[in-house]
C-alpha cells in the first residue's frame, strides 16, 4: 500500500487543479487573516476553504475512473481494499496540506487580535474541530468518486449532501434556538397586586406611569428531553453545523473569554446554573444552554471522526463490489 500512497501522492500534488487549489487556499488564508485582524472572526473563510478541498479531491479521485487506472492497478495484482485505503491516505495527506496553507497565514496573520482574548489552547481546540471537518470532507468525497463510476454523478451526489447538511442544519438550528422561557412584563398603578415578588421585583417605570414587573413563562416550542439530545446530535453531525458553531464561538472570545466569565459567574452566582436556569432571573436559562454548549466542544472532533469512519467502513463495502471494468 505504500508504493500507492506515494504513486497517488506524486500524481495528485502535480496535477494542476491541486496547485489551483493551494493557491486558492493560500489566497483565502492571507485575505482572511486580514480581516480577521481588523474586523474579527468571519465565518466564510473556513466554508470555501473547505469547499476547495472537497472539490479538489473529488476531481483528483475521479480521474481514477476516467483514466482507467483502477482497472490497471486490479491487474497488477493490488487488492480492491488496498486501493481504497491509499487514496483515502493520500487525499487526506493532500487536504492536510491545503488546510494549512489556509489556516497557518490565517491564524499568523490575525493572532494578535484573536489571541487577546484567547488561550493557545482554545485557540488550538478551534483548529483542530475544522481540521477533523476537512477529514470528514475528504473521506466523503473519497468514498463518492470511488464507489460512483461517473464523476459528474458523483459531483452531484456531494452538491447534494452539501446542500442537505446546510438545510438540516438550518431546521435543527432553528428548533434548538428557541428558548425555552419567553420574557414578558405586566403593568399595574397597583404594586399589591404583583406576586413572587420575592423572586420578581416589582418597580415603577416612569416612562409608561406604572409599576412593573418581569417575569418568565415556558415556551410551548422549546425542544427538551431526549428529543432535544437527538436535534443536537444531528447538528453536530452536519459539518456546517459545527462551523456555525464555531464561529459564534470564535466571535464571542474576540470580545471576551466566554468560558471564563460563565467560570467566573457559576462561582459567583451559583443560582443562575441552578434548576435548568428557571429560578426566576431574567435570562437564566440562557447562560446555562450557552455555557453548556461551550462544555461540548472538545466533543465535536469526536463526532467528525467518528462520522467519516462510518463513511469509510461503507465505501469499503461498496467499492469491493463494484464492477470495474
Known amino acids: 500500500m505504500i508504493r500507492l500512497i506515494l504513486t497517488n501522492l506524486k500524481y495528485l500534488t502535480f496535477e494542476k487543479l491541486f496547485l489551483v487549489g493551494a493557491v486558492g487556499e493560500l489566497y483565502l488564508g492571507i485575505r482572511g487573516g486580514i480581516i480577521c485582524d481588523e474586523y474579527g472572526w468571519t465565518f466564510e473563510n473556513p466554508v470555501f476553504s473547505v469547499l ?15 483514466d482507467g487506472t483502477l482497472r490497471n492497478k486490479l491487474t497488477l495484482g493490488y487488492t480492491r481494499q488496498g486501493i481504497f485505503g491509499s487514496f483515502l491516505i493520500s487525499s487526506l495527506i493532500c487536504s492536510l496540506v491545503l488546510y494549512l496553507l489556509f489556516s497557518v497565514p490565517l491564524f499568523l496573520i490575525s493572532k494578535d487580535t484573536i489571541g487577546q482574548n484567547m488561550t493557545g489552547e482554545r485557540l488550538l481546540m478551534f483548529w483542530a474541530i475544522i481540521l477533523c471537518i476537512v477529514v470528514l470532507i475528504t473521506v ?12 459528474p454523478v458523483a459531483a ?6 452539501a446542500i442537505g447538511f446546510v438545510a438540516l442544519a438550518g431546521l435543527v438550528s432553528r428548533a434548538l434556538e428557541q428558548p425555552k422561557y419567553i420574557s414578558y412584563s405586566t403593568f399595574s398603578d397597583d404594586p399589591s397586586v404583583f406576586t413572587d415578588t420575592d423572586k420578581k421585583e416589582v418597580f415603577y417605570d416612569e416612562y409608561v406611569g406604572q409599576y412593573c414587573q418581569y417575569g418568565e413563562q415556558l415556551n410551548e416550542n422549546y425542544v427538551d ?3 432535544r439530545k437527538i436535534y443536537q446530535t444531528l447538528f453536530l453531525l452536519s459539518p456546517y453545523g459545527q462551523l456555525y458553531n464555531v464561529n459564534e464561538m470564535m466571535q464571542w472570545y474576540e470580545e471576551t473569554d466566554v468560558l471564563a466569565q460563565y467560570e467566573e459567574l457559576k462561582r459567583t452566582k451559583p443560582e443562575i446554573f441552578e434548576n435548568d436556569g428557571n429560578n426566576g432571573i431574567i435570562g437564566a436559562h440562557q447562560t446555562v444552554q450557552d455555557y453548556e454548549n461551550l462544555l461540548d466542544l472538545p466533543y465535536y472532533p469526536i463526532y467528525s471522526l467518528a462520522f467519516a469512519a462510518v463513511l469509510a467502513a461503507a465505501g469499503v463495502l461498496v467499492f469491493r463490489k463494484r464492477n470495474i471494468t
Open 52 to 66: 476547495i478541498i472537497a472539490a479538489v479531491t473529488l476531481m483528483n479521485c475521479g480521474r481514477e475512473n476516467t
Open 140 to 151: 466523503g468525497s473519497v468514498c463518492l468518486t470511488l464507489c460512483i463510476p461517473m464523476l
Open 156 to 161: 452531484v451526489a456531494l452538491l447534494a449532501a
Open 225 to 227: 428531553g431526549t428529543k
